[in-house]
């Protein structure tokens, strides 16, 4: 397997592209919802960018570089109660399968029937994973392990 690291100039210079694509739809978003662990830096960084509340939702399915099936809870601010919103950006730092975000959006949906839109914001994705998002910056192939700068390598080997 491929190692590509991600410096954090990349992720400034990434984070500023993502940030363009979506003022640039024209979209307008009521809620990011950021998934931890690794969607949180994003999300927090788009929230500031686009100035929209920022919510939470856990779903781990890696465990270093175990696959295992997506398991979630939701965690969303009493300040900004899911359900007082309709246009939610879910943001991750990557889609590799695809399974994470995809759990996370069906379940996001399941909790609260009023949302209207859901679209889904990544830095990077995988061509082998099963979504697609609505926006990302770079797509890599599915050999590659991306390390961020946030994390601790040593987890990992």
């Known amino acids: 397997?491929?190692?590509?690291?991600?410096?954090?100039?990349?992720?400034?210079?990434?984070?500023?592209?993502?940030?363009?694509?979506?003022?640039?739809?024209?979209?307008?978003?009521?809620?990011?919802?950021?998934?931890?662990?690794?969607?949180?830096?994003?999300?927090?960084?788009?929230?500031?960018?686009?100035?929209?509340?920022?919510?939470?939702?856990?779903?781990?399915?890696?465990?270093?570089?175990?696959?295992?099936?997506?398991?979630?809870?939701?965690?969303?601010?009493?300040?900004?109660?899911?359900?007082?919103?309709?246009?939610i950006l879910l943001v991750d730092e990557l889609v590799d399968s695809g399974d994470s975000i995809k759990e996370s959006s069906e379940r996001l949906k399941k909790l609260d029937s009023d949302i209207k839109s859901m679209d889904i914001a990544v830095l990077y994705y995988k061509e082998n994973s099963c979504v697609k998002p609505d926006y990302f910056v770079k797509k890599f192939k599915s050999d590659v392990w991306l390390y961020f700068p946030w994390e601790n390598k040593e987890t990992y080997n």
């Open 1 to 87: 397997m491929k190692v590509k690291n991600i410096s954090w100039n990349s992720f400034n210079n990434h984070i500023n592209k993502l940030a363009e694509k979506i003022k640039k739809s024209g979209k307008k978003y009521d809620l990011i919802i950021g998934i931890a662990r690794g969607g949180l830096i994003p999300a927090v960084a788009l929230s500031h960018i686009l100035n929209i509340p920022m919510g939470v939702h856990t779903v781990k399915s890696y465990y270093g570089k175990n696959k295992k099936p997506p398991q979630s809870d939701v965690y969303v601010s009493t300040t900004f109660r899911i359900n007082m919103h309709t246009k």
